[in-house]
Structure formats: structure tokens, C-alpha cells
């Protein structure tokens, strides 16, 4: 079991930071990383640098058309750029990224299922190539980034388990799961929901390490594009 054909193409923005149009099967989600140089009242008494995430659907990334509004700033989108921007915040050294932050805007241009998935897998990468830039610009004394993260979907789909789910699946899965890891396999974030039926530990057990060798080929395909790093 596999997840979806995975690609990107970074660079897609000329004037951000770092960019990056990620897609996982029919879902497209594009994300930039816009760099800041203040940062929240709160990292300021810290003494640390901000990451953030903002998650927004186009009206017509769907089947039908979703209010300009409601798409941006409803309940979901809130959620999930909550989501995001801990996931990112899990890979990188705060202390070291100085008085700044970056926001990682996600648009989802085609939604396919996944979509909070695939917004952090793609907003790791524009990240990462922001990061890049200003290392190479000297503006990062430090390299802040402590390794990559990844996230995938997986669920249990008429009493089988599914990695990755389109949107076919997850409308009308048993269960579903969201899972947020680092390289490492560590967890950064899991999201579980039985839908229909409620799911055992052993299938939860199951689903999760599916959801590990599913992030470990997403990460793959992130290093391709992001391409070498500074070790510090």
C-alpha cells in the first residue's frame, strides 16, 4: 500500500521567500513562506523567532463554489492553519531563528481529500527554501531547521485499512486519521475521528504504521525538492 502519486514544483512564486505547489494525487495545495521581521508579543518576551501557518480553499477548489469568506475564515480553515503551523514549529529551533517570523500561507487550489495533509507537507518545503535564502543572504548565523516533517491520512475503508485517502474514502470511511510526524517517526500530531464505527488499539496501532512508511516516501520526495541543507 502506497500513498498517491506525490510531486512538487518549488519556486512557483517569484517574489516569496521560499514556495512550493505540492500535490498528493488530485489534491493541490499551493504554499508560500513570507518572511517578517517582528514577531508576536509573545515570542518577543521569549526571545525566539515565529512560525505560522494559514490555511484557505479557493471558492472552486471543491465541486462546487464555496464563499470567498467562508473558505478563508470559517472554523475549518482556522483549525487547520492551527494545525499547520505546530507541525512546522516541531522541526525548527525558535531560538535560532532571530526577530522574525514566517507565514506559511496554503492554498488549496484542488481538493482531492488530504488536504491538511498535504498543506503541511508542502508548506515544510517552502519553508525550508525560505529558510535557505536567508541562510544564504546571511541572515541566519544558525541553521534552525532540526529535520523535515511529513503528514498523511489513513483510515479504515469498508473494514480495510487505506493510506491516504482521496476524497471517496475519507466521505465515507469507518475511520479516519490525520497523522503529523518528523523523520525521526516522532509524533507531532494525531488527529482521530471514528466516523461510523469506532476503531480497536490494535487497528489504531496499524493505521499508524501505515502512516509512518506513507510519511517516510512523502519526506523523500521533500528532500528531492528542497535539495541539500546546512548541517548548522
Not at 518576551?45 to 505560522?52: R, S
Not at 492551527?82 to 500561507?105: C, E, M, P
Not at 528532500?223 to 548548522?232: T, Y
Request: aromatic residues 4%; hydrophobic residues 35%; glycine residues 12%.
Amino acid at each position: 500500500m502506497t500513498i498517491r502519486p506525490t510531486s512538487g514544483v518549488k519556486g512557483y512564486i517569484k517574489h516569496a521567500e521560499g514556495s512550493c505547489l505540492f500535490s498528493m494525487g488530485n489534491t493541490k495545495v499551493l504554499c508560500v513562506a513570507s518572511v517578517e521581521d517582528k514577531v508576536p508579543p509573545h515570542a518577543e518576551e521569549k526571545n525566539i523567532g515565529w512560525v505560522t501557518g494559514e490555511y484557505a480553499m479557493l471558492p472552486r477548489a471543491g465541486d462546487r463554489r464555496t464563499p470567498r469568506g467562508r473558505a478563508s475564515t470559517g472554523g475549518r480553515a482556522q483549525e487547520i492553519s492551527r494545525l499547520v503551523g505546530r507541525a512546522l514549529r516541531g522541526v525548527v529551533d525558535l531560538s535560532k531563528l532571530g526577530r522574525r517570523t514566517i507565514t506559511v500561507d496554503c492554498d488549496v487550489i484542488q481538493a482531492d481529500g488530504g488536504t491538511r495533509t498535504a498543506s503541511v507537507n508542502g508548506g515544510m518545503v517552502a519553508l525550508a527554501l525560505a529558510l535557505k535564502k536567508l541562510r544564504k543572504g546571511g541572515a541566519l548565523p544558525q541553521w534552525p531547521l532540526k529535520g523535515f516533517v511529513g503528514a498523511v491520512s489513513v483510515g479504515i475503508y469498508k473494514g480495510k485499512p487505506v493510506l491516504d485517502l482521496d476524497y471517496v474514502k475519507d466521505s465515507g470511511a469507518d475511520s479516519d486519521i490525520n497523522v503529523v510526524m518528523t523523520h525521526k517517526g516522532e509524533l507531532v500530531e494525531v488527529q482521530g475521528t471514528a466516523e461510523k464505527e469506532p476503531f480497536s488499539e490494535k487497528e489504531f496501532l496499524t493505521l499508524l504504521r501505515l502512516a509512518k512508511g506513507g510519511i517516510r516516501k512523502i519526506i523523500e520526495v521533500q528532500k528531492k525538492l528542497i535539495g541539500p541543507m546546512p548541517k548548522s
